[in-house]
């Protein structure tokens, strides 16, 4: 993996997927299928709305966002036998409202925006394999943390990164409501399962646009 400097996050053209398993790769996003992701995203919102979490909306993530993050080659899909079945966002980019916070780990953070899977495909450990992914990248681009926010009426969210050993750092307030934000140092672990991190990876033969 070429080594990603600033903010955004760009690895090169044609950069490896990553297969948590033979049925399961993580790509990188690419233009053409913006419709597809957007759909994606909207099915998410639905299904939150039904359980009672008014985490997004038509507002955010707007298509025009998630545009910029494939645009800007930070989207990577997840897909499950060759169809999309979540995302996530991986860049330098903290929202100003981090400021506040009294975080425990300082250095170089990798942050994680929009963890989004189908409604059909949870269940399946999908999130947990994009997390993966996202602590490998950081452990491999010597990040120093990682930075995230969950909606504090997304119980399910918040447990998954708990269960990560995730430190609920404090409380941000966005347009939606209250955040916790969470953190997680960078270090052996995710680095002994970076240097694995080959042996699970093919050529990605659609990498370009």
């Known amino acids: 993996m070429d ?5 955004p996050v760009r690895p090169a053209p044609g950069a490896p997927a990553f297969k948590p398993n033979e049925m399961t790769t993580i790509r990188l996003a690419r233009i053409e299928e913006l419709e597809t992701i957007y759909i994606l995203v909207q099915e998410a919102i639905r299904h939150m709305d039904e359980q009672g979490i008014p985490q997004w909306d038509d507002i955010y993530p ?6 910029a993050d494939i645009e800007n080659r930070q989207m990577y899909l997840i897909e499950v036998e060759g169809r999309v079945a979540g995302l996530i966002v991986i860049n330098e980019d903290q ?13 170089r953070a990798l942050v994680v925006h929009r963890l989004t899977i189908h409604p059909d495909s949870q269940r399946h450990k999908l999130a947990s394999y994009l997390m993966d992914f996202a602590e490998e990248m950081a452990a491999a681009e010597n990040y120093d943390c990682i930075r995230l926010d969950a909606f504090i009426h997304n119980p399910a969210a918040f447990a998954m ?4 050993g995730y ?6 307030r966005f347009r939606k409501g209250e955040f916790f934000v969470y953190e997680k140092k960078i270090g052996a672990e995710s680095a002994i399962k970076s240097s694995n991190t080959s ?9 370009s646009r």
Do not use: C, Q
Request: proline letters at 2%; hydrophobic letters at 30%.
């Open 3 to 7: 080594r990603f400097t600033g903010s």
């Open 62 to 67: 707007s298509k025009a966002i998630l545009n």
């Open 95 to 107: 929202s100003p409202e981090y400021a506040s916070v009294a975080w425990k780990h300082t250095g």
């Open 161 to 164: 990164y708990e269960n990560r």
């Open 167 to 172: 430190r609920r750092a404090g409380i941000v």
């Open 199 to 207: 042996r699970r990876r093919i050529a990605d033969k659609s990498g």
